[in-house]
């Protein structure tokens, strides 16, 4: 609490009041509150500051939802835990902050990705409300090194695709009534382009077929690259017509690629396993699914075999 006797004082001294001074400071720091129990309905109210500044329309009302369009889903955050679920994701953050934590908000501001550095401090907590005050603190070009990490830790460089980390992370969130199939292959005679065309060549291969599949990812169709040579594909609520339907693409893809204008004589091995609910551990699947594709393998390039088969 602020001692209004000294408040008074510093005013009458200085001709300063330190909360339009000092707490509610400037145009460019965004103070503002809301009832968290209402999440997007509830009304945003705008203590000092210009949301102008940050290409938000003034208005009469301004509700939570209001700044929702504003909301840059296409992130590294959002692209590995789903833009369906990253709105929740921001809320729990603004639940779980505290005061000396930073929230990153990636917006689109002026047709420009930026990520605007918010703090939180919630003063109430009943039944009825939940009152969270809010503090813009700054807004950056720069991507936050927390979503850094994510990026670094979710995404493979090279290709784009998933990382094995992703793939873990997301096997996690696998739903217990669903049933899902896996894909686990290695790109047949990969080795041979690197000792022809050297390790440049070999990565390019890579950056290319992983480009392939970024095309084809679908909202439960999704890539990862373990590392090397080594990929999966998670189908998400799918069948074993889909997997095996999936499986000869990807033969195709590999088979398909050229490197430096001559035909790669490469290929794909691929092991398929089912994916039931989510009482599995991790490391036992992905161990399944590696002895599928080796499986796969023994019969010759360029095949497909179940966990059945092993």
């Not at 994510?150 to 049933?179: F, P, V």
């Not at 896996?182 to 050297?198: A, E, P, T």
């Not at 439960?220 to 017509?241: A, I, M, Q, W």
């Not at 490469?266 to 699914?289: C, H, R, T």
Request: glycine share 6%; aromatic share 16%.
């Amino acid at each position: 609490m602020i001692d209004e006797n000294i408040r008074k004082k510093v005013i009458d001294i200085f001709g300063v009041d330190v909360v339009d001074e000092i707490l509610l400071t400037d145009d460019y720091h965004i103070v503002f509150c809301f009832d968290y129990n209402k999440l997007a309905e509830s009304e945003l109210f705008i203590l000092s500051g210009n949301i102008e500044y940050y290409g938000i329309e003034k208005a009469d009302h301004l509700y939570v939802k209001d700044l929702l369009p504003y909301i840059e889903y296409n992130n590294p955050v959002s692209y590995v835990i789903g833009k369906d679920k990253y709105l929740d994701y921001l809320f729990k953050l603004i639940d779980y902050s505290k005061s000396d934590s930073e929230v990153y908000f990636p917006f689109r501001v002026n047709g420009e990705l930026v990520w605007v550095v918010c703090t939180f401090h919630t003063i109430k907590k009943d039944n009825n409300f939940r009152l969270v005050f809010g503090r813009v603190n700054w807004m950056t070009n720069k991507m936050p090194d927390a979503v850094k990490y994510y990026q670094n830790k979710y995404i493979d460089m090279l290709t784009g695709l998933y990382s094995a980390e992703a793939l873990r992370y997301h096997l996690r969130q696998a739903d217990e009534s669903s049933l899902s199939y896996g894909l686990y292959f290695d790109i047949d005679n990969f080795k041979r382009i690197n000792d022809v065309f050297g390790h440049m060549k070999g990565d390019k291969y890579l950056r290319e077929l992983g480009q392939k599949f970024l095309f084809s990812e679908k909202y439960n169709k999704h890539y990862y690259r373990l590392g090397g040579d080594e990929f999966f594909v998670y189908l998400v609520d799918s069948t074993e017509k889909e997997a095996y339907k999936t499986a000869l693409q990807i033969i195709y893809d590999v088979e398909k690629l050229n490197q430096e204008g001559e035909q790669v004589e490469v290929s794909a091995s691929i092991g398929i396993i089912p994916i039931k609910g989510s009482n599995f551990k991790v490391e036992d699947l992905l161990d399944l699914a590696d002895k599928a594709m080796y499986h796969a393998k023994g019969r010759g390039k360029g095949n497909i075999s179940y966990a059945r088969d092993v």
